[in-house]
């Protein structure tokens, strides 16, 4: 069974740090995902990649977001200034035709 | 705006027993209707995936019904177990520019002994 793996599973950083999240796509994929939950509330859309570019974005994808797929396999999440309400389950997932989530990335900023 | 409503937020239901989510959405142009099932804590995995032409689809104990006249779909759990305790998000996916996923807030469902 294909999966796509992301670390840290847990990851606890001070407001105004930088953090990347990392996932490992699964290998034959085409196009990426990152996605937030805060606690108790629904998945919210950040960004999907494609051909080694953005194709799309959401609101909550601002300056402080970047994404890179540095090597061909993993696909990275960084934000540059974390704030207190970045503090959110961070999933990663990827697409053939199914699409495939990450176990999450639960970031806690203090 | 492209939305995604679950009704209903939360359900309790005994061990053995049936039930239905419901998804209505506003979600154009339509490109195909997923239910997925998230354990808490975990990321969503995906239960079925309904595209525009297709009324019902089973995956074991899981059905999924699709009517995209009237937009609205839904997913029936028979003879539920413990295990099926988790949250059921509908996600509606358009095909405007790119492949842009649509998520519903979910329902909760908490399956009793």
């Known amino acids: 069974e294909p999966e796509v793996t992301q670390t840290p599973s847990h990851q606890v950083t001070q407001m105004g740090q930088e953090v990347i999240l990392r996932c490992v796509p699964i290998?034959?994929?085409?196009?990426f995902y990152w996605y937030r939950q805060i606690l108790g509330q629904k998945v919210e859309f950040l960004v999907s990649?494609?051909?080694?570019?953005?194709?799309?974005k959401s609101e909550i994808f601002d300056d402080q977001f970047s994404v890179e797929r540095p090597d061909g396999s993993n696909f990275t999440l960084k934000i540059r200034s974390t704030k207190l309400e970045d503090s959110a389950m961070y999933f990663c997932?990827?697409?053939?035709?199914?699409?495939?989530f990450g176990p999450g990335t639960r970031l806690t900023v203090t | 705006k492209n939305q995604v409503e679950q009704s209903p937020q939360s359900l309790i239901i005994l061990e053995g027993k049936n039930c239905t989510l419901q998804?209505?959405?506003?979600?154009?142009?339509?490109?195909?209707l997923r239910w997925y099932k998230q354990d808490t804590g975990r990321g969503p995995v995906s239960l079925t995936i309904?595209?525009?032409?297709?009324n019902t689809k089973s995956n074991g104990r899981y059905t999924a019904t699709l009517d995209a006249d009237t937009k609205q779909s839904s997913l029936h759990i028979t003879a539920s177990q413990l295990s099926d305790s988790a949250s059921y998000i509908c996600?509606?996916?358009?095909?405007?520019?790119?492949?842009?996923?649509?998520f519903g807030k979910g329902t909760s469902l908490l399956v009793t002994p």
């Open positions: 990649f494609y051909n080694n570019e953005i194709s799309e």
């Open positions: 290998s034959n994929h085409l196009y």
């Open positions: 309904m595209t525009f032409s297709e």
């Open positions: 996600v509606v996916i358009t095909s405007n520019s790119g492949y842009a996923l649509n």
């Open positions: 998804c209505n959405y506003t979600v154009s142009p339509f490109s195909n």
């Open positions: 997932a990827s697409l053939s035709y199914e699409q495939y």
